[in-house]
């Protein structure tokens, strides 16, 4: 599966952005994406994923009630961020999961994008 991340850029605090993740081929219904992010000099962090045959979300803390993962279609997935904060600043990669009851754990992911930049500036 190849993954293209994009959407990425540069917003003020307080604004948004909405990252999208397209997928080479349909997800199965065992699988799981998520998104993940990675600032300058820190190790990657799970952001949020979505079971794709049920539908359920899971959040970090740090963006929980302010960022949404969503479906869209068979191969897509969104990541819309509100009140964003500079500590969001980061390398947003989207990932695949083929089959795992883990899937806020790093490496539990199969497949990985490129990785799209966020930046917030204070």
């Known amino acids: 599966v190849q993954l293209q991340a994009s959407g990425g850029g540069l917003v003020q605090a307080g604004g948004s952005l909405r990252l999208s993740c397209a997928a080479s081929r349909r997800i199965l219904s065992s699988s799981a994406m998520g998104w993940f992010r990675q600032a300058s000099g820190k190790e990657r962090e799970f952001v949020a994923a979505?079971?794709?045959?049920?539908?359920?979300t899971y959040y970090a803390d740090s963006v929980k009630g302010r960022f949404t993962i969503s479906k869209d279609g068979a191969t897509n997935t969104n990541l819309q961020m509100n009140s964003m904060k500079p500590e969001d600043t980061a390398v947003y990669y989207c990932?695949?999961?083929?089959?795992?009851?883990?899937?806020?754990?790093?490496?539990?992911?199969?497949?990985w994008g490129q990785g799209t930049q966020v930046t917030v500036s204070s």
């Open positions: 990932a695949v999961d083929l089959g795992t009851s883990s899937p806020t754990v790093l490496k539990e992911y199969d497949y």
């Open positions: 979505i079971r794709w045959n049920t539908g359920r």
